[in-house]
């Protein structure tokens, strides 16, 4: 039996996502930027970018919320396909710029996955149906989440969460079948 199936509850609450949503320095990277001359240079986890194309293959709306706007950040989300990328610097809140988007969605804080490791994060955190923080993340965000995860951010916390996702809506072994 592995650890998400002796929680009913946070069954329920991965069977009901239909929209994954996450921060991403600290969460897809390890909040690490390196600047140098006119560029910045941040690093992605493959394997998190895999379990995003998968579970966008799946169905589900993938969307990226940063408090900080990045070239290298909308480099990797274009590549990957998102869904939607907000880097909205500090014009409106991650959680004023999360309800615009399920508005126009027509979906609920009940259908979000909402990925997050700091205190920018805690609003969305309280809110979503399923709250998640990264191993790493500080205390307040992981207080606020129903799960944390084992893997840090950028260390494949991201694919940990999707996968939990993908299995608990019966997605995931259809995938492992296609790519053996």
């Known amino acids: 039996m592995t650890p998400v199936t002796r929680h009913p509850t946070l069954v329920t609450r991965l ?18 930027i390196f600047i140098g001359g006119e560029r910045e240079f941040k690093r992605f986890n493959i394997r998190d970018g895999l379990g995003l194309v998968l579970a966008r293959r799946a169905g589900l709306k993938i969307g990226w919320v940063s408090a900080r706007p990045s070239p290298a950040t909308k480099m990797r ?7 939607f990328l907000v880097q909205q610097g500090d014009r409106v809140s991650k959680t004023g710029a999360i309800e615009e988007l399920l508005a126009q969605e027509k979906l609920s804080w009940r259908d979000v996955c909402f990925v997050g490791d700091d205190i920018v994060d805690l609003g969305p955190l309280k809110r979503a149906g399923l709250a998640v923080a990264v191993a790493d993340g500080v205390a307040e965000a992981k207080a606020a989440a129903h799960f944390t995860t084992k893997a840090a951010g950028g260390r494949g916390a991201v694919r940990e ?20």
Do not use: N
């Open 15 to 32: 069977r009901r996502v239909k929209i994954f949503l996450c921060d991403v320095d600290g969460v897809l990277t390890d909040g690490s």
């Open 161 to 180: 969460v999707l996968e939990m996702i993908l299995q608990a809506q019966g997605i995931w072994k259809p995938f492992v079948a296609h790519y053996s």
């Open 77 to 83: 989300a274009d590549e990957l396909k998102i869904h």
